[in-house]
């Protein structure tokens, strides 16, 4: 007999993975070319009979890895944004504390002003910078007892990126200063099937080690004393949850720049649905985080058509607004 909080997991699941295959089916078809729902029997199945060649080739080759990867990085995102939440014992955590989102950025400005290298260059500097600058506050936090070592080296971590990225900006010309600007400001658009067939296995094999760590993120809730006593080893724990969230977010950041909110946005939802336990908890917000960047990376496609948004600035418009929702329910509730 599954218990109460299985079954609404349960169906949560079920509906946002519903949700999700109608996401990704709508996203594909719709943009700046629309793709007829009468001609998707015919593209899926490989019939070229009354079917144009453009239209199978916008959806198999630039609409489908764009939003099968959008979805990696949807899930990627808030499956680490509850990991560092619940490593922190804060609902503010997400993947950028630590400096791997800074780090990134520092890596891909460097390039973009230093080089004249396209987007492998680019991406590489990203990658070893976001790797670079956690492996930095971690070495730095260890040093104290606690996470606060860790958070206050993230801090530092992040300011001093901020500045380096400064001192690259004032250097930059004008080309480079627009290509930065939109790396910083994120965007799926360099997503392509070699791209996704490379991350999504990655992804998916560090997010199931990450599912499977729950009752270790459910030990660290209740603090560091208390795990121990229920024999967890929080030292290595930790360091194995800091290696693989960087091993996750760093190639990420690398192709898609920085793209915020979802690793805060979706833990919380999720959280005041279900609870904070995490052996649900950390499926559903998978595949909401997969649902909310498939939806927020169609609508930076059709907002301004044939333009296009960057998907950092859109999430950011739909994280702000919910958190200030969030302040002001809470307070609310507290008069």
């Given amino acids: 007999m599954l218990s109460r909080r299985t079954r609404k997991s349960l169906l949560v699941l079920v509906g946002l993975s519903a949700a999700l295959v ?11 070319v629309e793709i007829p729902w009468r ?4 593209i899926l199945s490989g019939s070229t009979e009354d079917t144009p060649q453009i239209l199978r ?20 995102l808030a499956v680490t944004g509850v990991a560092m939440q619940a490593l922190f014992r804060n609902p503010l955590a997400e993947p950028g504390l630590v400096g791997i989102s800074s780090g990134g950025a520092l890596g891909a400005v460097s390039a973009i002003v230093l080089t004249t290298g396209g987007f492998l260059v680019i991406a590489g500097a990203a990658f070893v910078g976001s790797l670079l600058a956690t492996l930095l506050a971690y070495l730095l936090g260890r040093r104290y007892p606690g996470m606060a070592g860790l958070l206050l080296a993230g801090i530092a971590v992040n300011a001093i990126a901020g500045s380096a990225i400064g001192l690259f900006t004032y250097a930059a010309d004008d080309r ?3 290509d930065l600007t939109f790396w ?13 067939a490379w991350l999504a296995p990655w992804s998916v094999f560090w997010l199931a080690w990450l599912c ?3 009752k270790g993120l459910n030990a660290l809730l209740l603090g560091e004393r208390e795990a121990a006593h229920l024999g967890y ?40 649905v279900l609870g904070a336990h995490h ?3 950390l499926l559903v917000s998978a595949v909401g985080g997969a649902l909310l960047l498939v939806l927020a990376d169609w609508l930076a496609r059709i907002a301004v058509i044939p333009a296009e948004l960057p998907i950092g600035l859109v999430t950011s418009l739909i994280g702000g607004p919910f958190f200030l929702w969030l302040l002001l329910t809470a307070r609310r509730s507290r008069v």
């Fill in 184 to 196: 910083s400001m994120g965007s799926l658009a360099g997503a392509t099937w070699q791209i996704t």
């Fill in 22 to 32: 109608a996401a990704l089916l709508m996203a594909a078809m719709s943009g700046a």
């Fill in 39 to 42: 001609l998707l029997p015919a």
């Fill in 57 to 76: 080739q916008v959806f198999l080759e630039i609409r489908l890895p764009r939003v099968l990867f959008s979805a990696v990085v949807g899930a990627s």
């Fill in 176 to 178: 480079q200063l627009r």
């Fill in 279 to 281: 052996r649900y908890m």
């Fill in 233 to 272: 080893a929080i030292k290595p724990l930790r360091r194995k949850l800091m290696i693989v969230i960087a091993l996750v977010i760093g190639p990420l950041v690398a192709v898609t720049g920085g793209i915020g909110f979802v690793g805060l946005v979706v833990p919380h939802l999720v959280r005041m």
């Fill in 212 to 214: 499977m760590q729950w």
